[in-house]
């Protein structure tokens, strides 16, 4: 009889072994992500979560033995609820890993993902100093400044004499509309001019109709995603598309998102971009392919900021074998670089900042709807704004 309860004893315990073991191979590491789902800007919000969840479903829901869970919150575009929530997905949910979105939920969100010491991917906001607010931030988007510096030097090397520059009123604007003008006078141009539109609900028509009474011979734009297509129509309905007035911005005014809808309006527009539906490589190609069979969308620039943040994610984890303490994560994204769909991309291991090409391009029609075709090449670009800082 002892015999018998004391083997059944060991039975038990090693039962219990396997199951413990299981259980810690089979441990969920948790990605919260805070996006718009809902209000003016859910766009940006559907294309972080559609590129999310493609990504999982191309390359599992495992990795280094740890199941991928998503948990998708929407803060309304309200940086207290992007606070709010991000700091229930850390208590209450146990997140092992952030995904931030727009600029000032982003930088609501960095003291709590601070104090939480939680690694944290920046997948849409542009914004320069975001990635200073906490050591956690990594970025996979882009910054204005990027696209701004570069668009600036091209036009002025290619007859830009005397520009306007018509900006959203919030950071991100005043951002490009900064570097902008800095390497524009650089250049020998002159902005006569810089207008700044109201960020929600705007109408462009009086800015420009403005801009067109100023005479410039360019026009530089920055509005946000989603906006792009109401620009469009007013930019038509003013004339300024025969003008003779060049338009040019950040990609943002093309967004690949808006594109489809804009008719002709935009046809022959010249912008700075890190990232176009058209753009060549094979990688690309299958990208656009799968997310429209996903979703039935044009995958644009903020739906390849959130692939690249979820493959960031999952590289760090191959590399820390499932360990997700920040420190531990955040050391591996520094200096890491792959190919995404976008062209070669790493991160800034001083800035945590993203390193990738910017492309000048120009609007046409391909098969009969409007492309941002690329056809110059500015290769690894930095943040100019922490690089002039550095100096």
């Known amino acids: 009889m002892r015999s018998r309860i004391f083997l059944t004893a060991l039975l038990a315990v090693a039962v219990s072994g396997i199951h413990v073991r299981s259980a810690a191979a089979q441990e969920t590491v948790k990605i919260g992500i805070v996006i718009p789902m809902t209000g003016t800007s859910a766009a940006v919000g559907r294309e972080i979560s559609d590129a999310a969840k493609l990504y999982v479903a191309q390359h599992g829901n495992t990795v280094a ?18 606070k709010r929530l991000a700091q229930e997905l850390i208590v209450n949910d146990k997140v092992n890993l952030l995904g931030a979105g727009l600029t000032p939920s982003a930088m609501s969100m960095a003291p709590i993902a601070t104090e939480g010491k939680v690694p944290t991917v920046v997948m849409v906001s542009g914004t320069s100093v975001v990635t200073d607010r906490s050591p956690y931030y990594v970025r996979t988007s882009f910054t204005l400044g990027q696209q701004s510096g570069i668009m600036a030097d091209w036009a002025t090397k290619n007859g830009s004499k005397k520009a306007v520059s018509i900006l959203s009123d919030w950071a991100p604007g005043a951002e490009a509309g900064k570097v902008f ?7 020998g141009g002159q902005v006569l001019e810089t207008l700044k539109v109201p960020l929600a609900n705007p109408d462009f028509s009086p800015f420009l109709q403005r801009a067109k009474d100023l005479q410039p011979d360019t026009l530089f734009v ?42 002709d309006a935009l046809i022959g527009v010249v912008t700075a971009g890190m990232y176009s539906a058209a753009h060549p490589s094979q990688l690309n190609k299958d990208y656009v392919a799968a997310y429209k069979k996903a979703t039935g969308h044009r995958a644009n620039f903020i739906s390849v900021g959130g692939y690249d943040g979820m493959n960031i994610i999952y590289r760090a984890l191959q590399q820390t074998n499932g360990k997700t303490d920040a420190d531990t994560v955040v050391g591996v994204m520094k200096g890491m670089q792959w190919e995404s ?23 046409q029609k391909v098969n009969g709807e409007p492309w941002a075709i690329e056809f110059e090449t500015f290769p690894a670009v930095k943040d100019p704004l922490k690089e002039a800082a550095a100096r």
């Open 181 to 187: 003008e800095a390497n524009f006078t650089k250049g």
């Open 341 to 363: 769909p976008r062209g070669p991309i790493s991160i800034d291991p001083r800035t945590r900042d993203i390193v990738q090409n910017v492309y000048i391009r120009k609007v």
């Open 222 to 263: 920055f509005v946000p995603a989603g906006q792009a297509g109401t620009f469009a129509r007013q930019f038509s309905e003013r004339g300024l598309d025969k003008s003779g007035i060049k338009l040019i911005g950040p990609g943002d005014i093309v967004d690949d998102d808006d594109l489809p809808t804009t008719g």
């Open 65 to 82: 033995g740890k199941k991928i869970e998503l948990i998708i919150k929407d803060d309304q575009s309200v940086p207290d609820n992007a």
